[in-house]
């Protein structure tokens, strides 16, 4: 008897052994599942339709493409901070201010025409909008 109340024992020692192993594999599966962004981007920084992400010091896409009336979204991903600053002379002026990490700016282009921006803390930084 003693024998068997031991094999018991070790028997459900065991499960509930396995029962912690699955359970916490299956709550690391459910934080990765959980790393999506609210801006329709990927954990990996693919922006989605009609946004730009800042990161690594540029913006992605560079060029975009929208039609009239489509606002575009930018998210700073970036750990510094970063600007959304149309080019002087541009026909629709816009100034996001200082964007720190995770912070959005949201545009909506009317006009046509093709839309220089850059970043005003950091040379180099430039992009394009072209609204059909």
Not at 6 to 24: D, G
Not at 57 to 74: D, E, H, N, Q, R
Request: glycine letters at 8%; one cysteine or more; a neutral charge.
């Amino acid at each position: 008897m003693k024998k068997f109340l031991e094999s018991k024992s070790r028997v459900m020692i065991s499960t509930a052994f396995l029962f912690a192993v699955l359970n916490i594999l299956n709550s690391c599966s459910k934080s990765n599942d959980n790393n999506t962004q609210d801006s329709g981007t990927d954990p990996k920084g693919t922006p989605g339709v009609n946004e730009v992400l800042i990161q690594d010091m540029l913006f992605s896409p560079a060029s975009i493409l929208v039609t009239a009336g489509t606002s575009i979204k930018w998210t700073n991903k970036d750990g510094v901070p970063h600007t959304v600053t149309s080019d002087a002379g541009s026909a629709e002026i816009f100034n996001s201010g200082s964007l720190v990490n995770g912070a959005t700016f949201l545009w909506k282009f009317n006009t046509a025409g093709t839309f220089n921006y850059h970043c005003s803390l950091h040379a180099g930084m430039n992009a394009t909008v072209v609204v059909n």
